[in-house]
């Protein structure tokens, strides 16, 4: 198959050479320069995106993210870009279009307990515009669109975490925490494309919900610093399940994230 990417940072890159591997045609769309050997590069701007002069695509994964956080940035790179991109693939025979959205589309923040049975019911605008996108592509790829809904992603760096060893001393309450590791998340993109009848959405997560202030005590314990201390034993956040990864015999091969963490502290 002709797969194409819109959208190509870690993950997609994760993804593409995994289904180079497995003999298919990789095309990609970005806003910079790719060395990938096996997969032609495009620069192009999505909300101008041209596909006449590409052979036809069969698959499509998008995977965009926003350069800034803001309600602006979620609106430019989420919504504005959907008509364009659907547009752009008109006339293109595609089969399949897999779309990178996020868990916060679910709006709880008292501990509550998500899968991918739950409501959503966005609470802050971020969370709205991403399910307007989920809505758009659904509604223009009827039943060939599958959104996929990761949890935090890491297995790249621990940067941040380190920072936040250092510099946390205090913790307002006990906020729950999902993550999924960035190589479990491409696997099951890339298992997508062999699974005859997928759902129209998946929550991608390792099924290990954690305080937050846990995670930060045991890099505070590596590192030989101050253990912070919980000030309310108030819960926050979300406890969030990937009940259909689970059903489709998805396989994960990072569920303890800490020893994770300890091999990526021995190259920080």
């Known amino acids: 198959m002709h797969i194409l990417f819109i959208g190509y940072g870690q993950t997609s890159t994760r993804v593409a050479k995994q289904l180079f591997q497995q003999g298919h045609q990789i095309t990609t769309i970005s806003q910079s320069p790719k060395t990938d050997v096996y997969a032609n590069h495009l620069i192009q701007d999505v909300h101008q995106l041209d596909l006449t002069h590409l052979e036809p695509v069969d698959w499509v994964y998008v995977l965009l993210s926003p350069s800034q956080s803001s309600v602006e940035g979620y609106q430019q790179t989420y919504v504005d870009s959907v008509a364009p991109i659907v547009q752009a693939l008109k006339s293109h025979p595609v089969q399949k279009i897999v779309v990178v ?11 509550e307990r998500i899968d991918d049975e739950s409501v959503i019911q966005p609470v802050d605008e971020q969370g709205r515009l991403l399910w307007k996108m989920e809505q758009l592509y659904q509604q223009a790829f009827t039943e060939r669109c599958v959104v996929i809904r ?19 001393q ?4 006990i906020h729950w925490s999902n993550r999924i590791h960035i190589d479990d998340l491409a696997q099951f993109l890339v298992q997508l494309i062999h699974v005859e009848h997928p759902e129209t959405s998946y929550i991608v997560t390792n099924n290990q919900p954690l305080p937050l202030h846990e995670v930060i005590q045991w890099f505070q314990r590596q590192l030989n ?16 399940f990937a009940t259909r990864m689970r059903e489709s015999g998805f396989q994960l091969e990072h569920e303890d994230c800490f020893s994770d963490y300890a091999e990526l502290l021995k190259t920080e």
């Open 101 to 111: 959205s996020s868990t916060r589309v679910y709006g709880e923040n008292a501990g």
């Open 150 to 168: 990761p949890t935090g992603i890491y297995g790249t760096s621990v940067a941040r975490m380190i920072k936040l060893a250092a510099t946390t």
């Open 170 to 173: 205090n913790y307002p309450q």
């Open 225 to 240: 610093l101050p253990e912070l201390v919980v000030a309310s034993p108030k819960e926050t956040g979300k406890r969030i």
